[in-house]
């Protein structure tokens, strides 16, 4: 029922607004493709942010152990 709800609802836009409807459908198909492609970089800024906090904890590690406060 609402996938009927929703293309009766986009035939209304199309009609009214035949440019704007089509816009909405390039969006529709397009989100998922560009959410693949931007995968790999959400996954390489993770691994970076890991380096870096690994990185950080062995710098102050000798601070720690001498007792200095965060």
Request: proline share 7%; aromatic share 12%; net charge positive.
């Amino acid at each position: 029922m609402k996938v009927l709800l929703l293309f009766v609802g986009w035939c209304l836009l199309f009609v009214l607004s035949w440019p704007l409807a089509l816009l909405a459908l390039l969006a529709l198909v397009l989100a998922p493709i560009v959410w693949l492609l931007s995968l790999p970089f959400v996954l390489l800024g993770i691994a970076v942010g890991g380096v870096f906090a690994l990185l950080r904890a062995i710098l102050f590690l000798p601070a720690r152990l001498l007792g200095a406060r965060p």
